[in-house]
């Protein structure tokens, strides 16, 4: 062979990776994985610079799986777009696809056991960017961070984004499978990308994680994906994208228009009578007749208490509830109704209604000991007392007619266990899915379903709509705690239908701060109000005003929920939020402080050079070049269309 032939040859085998060992994989617009076959570890380069390095699998359970160490020489084999790594009882898949610039991973373990999973712990370079920590569900008020990464290591749950706010581009990395596992990335100098999460504070559990068993002979972690964005806000939309496309929904497919609803929790609680409620069904069919769906309907949500209308229980005495459901339906609205299927809490040795069995039976247990979170019992989904108690409680509401449901507390259905009642079921997540299964299929179509406090991501597929945060109320600072969580979570409104920022409540909150929290309503993508209608007071002309603006109520009627134009604010709530809807371009400044504020957003930052801009709580119009001026009173917003 001559020279030139030997050289060119030598030229190819580098750029096709076959090279001391070494394999490359090229995927996207300039990105790649650089595999080390002699040590069992690789490189991820995004957008030509490397990103993680000497990355690695590893794995544990019956034993420690490590690719880095070979039990047997590493082999390559590549099927379609899918590349395989594998040694000994270990497999590693790559899934590349051309014009994505992002990588899918999972790794397996043939004949073994495992509690944790990591398909990728390496040496971390994300630059000098902010990393955003996701909270595992919306329980005691807790709050996503999008943190400065100089503050040190942190566990997010299920999925990161690490980005440059000034340029948006960045990094998004998580899991695409929840129906076993609760994952986590844990983000410092080094980055791990795992499956395993058990945490007292983050998931509520005080053992591990529960031990996987094998499906077709390997233990099989949940899919999980890498990627770059040229704006992290598409990332974590298609993040959204690609974990339905893994996991499409359970419950029934919703084709009417997006719900607006009453909520009896927002004022009433425990003071819920059947008198109260039929006065705000009065009061919203006489008064607030604009504050309707798009075919004029409006739901009537029972919140806890409405036991309070029942002697006996749903075995005794349901008139009142019969005779709620029938005149919700007179006034053209549809009925609502709450319930906690996961979480009981008499905690108390004592029988399930309509059952044999138990409660103290049904208790889900840690380290011998029932599990109380916020207050409530957790319950075991795959416990027939627990099973037996949702056919009869679900099958008792449908009969009675009601045709929207809110369920709560539901992640006391995932946590970890000694052990489940069904041996088949190891994990939290896995009897969660068996629980959640059966309450759609109980429900079968009858209902609007409605999630409450619940895991993040998991719930996704079995409601149709769920609450961005925990309870909100009438004041500044609860709307500042909903938009945290919408400003940094609103891309899971491409996993619902719809999510929820609360019952609006107005109360006798300044006419600033009911305006903010209308808004935050707005922007997170539906709307739902809760204050005491049946009684008179500054609330009800707050209604009477706010809930018949029509522009407004044709945003909520849209039902998207709106993006971040700056994500830099930590732990605190986004300030600036927009959206396009039907062509237009909507943008919301909120001020959650006690003093005016005053913001410069340059047009840039929309995608526009110049606008005419229209303030639609009633200040004025203005045309806009370049940047966009606003003066934001203390508590309270500004919502502006720009045309």
């Known amino acids: 062979m001559s020279g030139n032939r030997i050289l060119l040859l030598a030229v190819f085998l580098v750029l096709s990776g076959v090279v001391a060992g070494q394999q490359v994989w090229s995927f996207g617009k300039a990105n790649r ?15 030509g610079r490397q990103v993680v390095g000497d990355a690695y699998a590893l794995c544990k359970g019956d034993g420690v799986f490590d690719s880095r160490v070979a039990s047997s020489p590493r082999k390559v084999v590549r099927t379609g777009n899918l590349y395989t790594v594998s040694t000994g009882k270990l497999r590693q898949l790559f899934y590349v696809y051309p014009g994505k610039d992002y990588v899918e991973m999972e790794v397996r373990v043939g004949g073994a056991k495992c509690n944790y999973m990591s398909v990728m712990t390496g040496a971390f370079a994300g630059g000098n960017m902010r990393a955003l920590k996701v909270p595992y569900d919306n329980d005691m008020y807790v709050r996503y961070d999008a943190r400065d990464r100089g503050k040190g290591r942190f566990m997010s749950s299920e999925v990161t984004a690490v980005y440059n706010d000034s340029t948006r581009e960045g990094i998004v990395m998580g899991s695409l499978e929840h129906d076993v596992w609760k994952s986590g990335v844990d983000v410092g100098d080094s980055v791990s990308l ?14 591990p994680h529960g031990m996987v068993g ?32 893994l996991g499409p929904r359970v419950v029934f497919g919703w084709d009417k228009p997006v719900p607006i609803v009453w909520n009896s929790w927002g004022a ?22 604009g504050f309707r769906r798009s075919d004029g309907s409006l739901f009537i949500d029972l919140d806890a208490f409405w036991d309070n209308m ?26 609502g109704v709450y ?25 889900t247990r840690q380290n011998g000991k029932p599990v109380d979170i916020d207050g409530g019992r957790a319950l075991d989904p795959t416990h027939p007392g627990t099973r037996w108690m949702i056919v009869h409680v679900l099958s008792r509401l449908k009969a009675l007619g009601f045709e929207m449901i809110k369920v709560d507390f539901l992640g006391h259905g995932a946590v970890e266990a000694d052990h489940f009642y069904d041996p088949s079921v190891t994990t939290g997540m896995e009897a969660f899915r068996r629980g959640m299964s059966l309450v759609d299929s109980v429900l079968d179509g009858s209902m609007l379903m409605y999630a409450a406090i619940s895991p993040n991501l998991a719930t996704s597929r079995y409601v149709h709509m ?27 409104g491409r996993m619902y239908n719809f999510i929820d920022a609360d019952h609006v409540v107005f109360n006798v909150a300044p006419d600033g701060m009911n305006r903010a929290r209308l808004a935050a309503s707005l922007v997170t993508g539906t709307l739902t109000t809760g204050d005491d209608y049946s009684i008179p007071g500054k609330w009800r002309r707050m209604a009477e005003s706010l809930l018949q603006n029509e522009e407004m109520l044709g945003i909520a009627r849209k039902g998207v929920s709106w993006r971040p134009v700056e994500a830099n604010t930590g732990d605190r709530g986004v300030n600036i939020f927009t959206q396009v809807l039907d062509g237009v371009r909507y943008v919301a400044f909120f001020n959650y402080s006690d003093k005016d504020r005053e913001y410069s957003l340059p047009l840039s930052r929309l995608g526009i050079g110049s606008c005419n801009a229209t303030e639609l709580f009633g200040s004025g119009a203005m045309d806009v070049v370049g940047q966009l001026r606003v003066v934001v009173p203390a508590s309270d917003v500004k919502l502006y269309r720009l045309k």
């Not at 990627?227 to 990332?235: C, H, I, K, S, V």
């Not at 609680?269 to 607030?288: E, I, N, R």
């Not at 005779?323 to 009925?335: D, S």
Request: proline share 3%.
């Open 339 to 363: 319930w906690t299927p996961f979480a009981e809490w008499g905690k108390s040795e004592r029988p399930i209604a309509g059952t044999n069995y138990r409660y103290e039976q049904a208790w």
């Open 194 to 207: 795992f499956a395993g999460l058990s945490d007292t504070t983050i998931t509520h559990d005080r053992v």
């Open 310 to 335: 029942t002697p006996g229980g749903l075995d005794g005495d349901v008139s009142k509830l019969r005779e709620f459901v029938a005149y919700c339906r007179e006034k053209g609205m549809h009925p």
């Open 268 to 289: 009433i609680q425990d003071k819920l009578t059947l008198g109260k409620v039929k006065g705000v069904v009065d009061f919203l069919h006489d008064s607030v007749i």
């Open 466 to 492: 769920r609450r961005i945060a925990c309870d909100a109320f009438s004041a500044i600072d609860n709307s500042e705690y909903t938009l945290n969580s919408t400003g940094y979570g609103w891309w899971l």
């Open 214 to 245: 094998l499906m077709n002979g390997y233990c099989r972690s949940p899919r999980m994906v890498v990627g770059r964005w040229a704006d992290w806000r598409n990332g974590m939309e298609e993040y959204a994208w690609l974990n339905m496309r």
């Open 33 to 47: 994985i650089v595999y080390d076959l002699n040590r069992g570890v690789y490189s991820l380069v995004l957008n």
